[in-house]
């Protein structure tokens, strides 16, 4: 009998959001494919470091995501969070650590995490611990794998589907790629387009973009496991994103809002 395919799961704290537990659920479906230890990061949440450093870039952004926390999602939303003991399939062992070698956003994973990785894992997919640089990369024989949630020939960077509902996009793209040390740009090895056309709010549009792409993880993996190359190579990429400055805030405030409005009134 041939040897599990071994995959270690990289966390912000021992949560996740409800698509990322579909996502990986489906995955360890797969007989085949074994989660080997996880990895959490202890620098996570509103007190971590990349939150802080964030918070100065955008301090308007990070008031807001503050005062978004006193209305969490909705139970059936899919970014709600959810305990990774809640996932299925999913190993008990467990690593804490903190990020390592940090050159702002960008990190690595310290040297005794990365040789338990190198000596247990096949591949790594990456839920947590933000940017990553360094050995960490090439430490699994497969690589890292990340989601981003945008067409990578569009929109760069995050949040996910906020300026594609700030511009008025009536369509996106969503993709597993191996990671490189360039912002999403890596070898896309799942893709799919998605259609916006009836989204109201940025929380319609959060919806859409996660709820369609929890099959993209096992096709991914599928794709490296078969030998196949990358599913899409874009001849040009799009801008890199960012949180938005307050004006863009303030804008983005007055449309959520008269969409939640225009959502009410139809109902």
């Known amino acids: 009998m041939p040897e599990p395919y071994r995959v270690c799961f990289l966390f912000n704290g021992y949560e996740t959001e409800r698509w990322a537990k579909a996502a990986i659920e489906q995955l360890l479906s797969d007989q085949s494919i074994t989660?080997?230890?996880?990895?959490?990061?202890?620098?996570?949440?509103?007190?971590?470091?990349?939150?802080?450093?964030?918070?100065?870039?955008?301090?308007?952004?990070?008031?807001?995501?503050?005062?978004?926390?006193?209305?969490?999602?909705?139970?059936?939303?899919?970014?709600r969070p959810v305990d990774i003991e809640e996932i299925d399939g999913l190993?008990?062992?467990?690593?804490?650590?903190?990020?390592?070698?940090?050159?702002?956003?960008?990190?690595?994973?310290?040297?005794?995490?990365?040789?338990?990785?190198?000596?247990?894992?096949?591949?790594?997919?990456?839920?947590?611990?933000?940017?990553l640089q360094g050995d960490v990369l090439e430490a699994a024989a497969d690589g890292v794998l990340s989601y981003h949630h945008g067409d990578p020939r569009r929109y760069r960077g995050g949040p996910a589907g906020f300026w594609e509902f700030l511009e008025g996009a009536t369509s996106s793209g969503l993709m597993v790629q191996r990671l490189t040390p360039e912002l999403d740009s890596g070898e896309i090895l799942a893709y799919r387009d998605v259609d916006l056309e009836g989204t109201a709010t940025w929380i319609d549009v959060k919806q859409r973009l996660y709820g369609e792409s929890t099959g993209l993880l096992e096709a991914?993996?599928?794709?490296?496991?078969?030998?196949?190359?990358?599913?899409?190579?874009p001849e040009e990429k799009g801008a890199v994103y960012t949180p938005p400055k307050p004006r863009e805030l303030l804008r983005y405030l007055w449309m959520e809002s008269r969409g939640l409005w225009n959502s009410h009134r139809s109902t």
């Open 35 to 79: 989660a080997c230890f996880s990895v959490i990061n202890t620098d996570a949440g509103f007190s971590g470091t990349s939150a802080r450093i964030r918070a100065r870039k955008y301090p308007a952004w990070a008031l807001y995501r503050v005062a978004r926390t006193v209305v969490p999602p909705k139970s059936g939303h899919w970014n």
């Open 91 to 131: 190993s008990d062992d467990v690593v804490e650590c903190e990020p390592a070698d940090r050159n702002g956003l960008w990190h690595d994973l310290p040297a005794d995490v990365i040789e338990r990785i190198e000596d247990e894992a096949d591949l790594v997919f990456r839920n947590g611990f933000d940017l």
């Open 220 to 233: 991914a993996v599928t794709r490296i496991r078969n030998g196949d190359g990358p599913v899409l190579r």
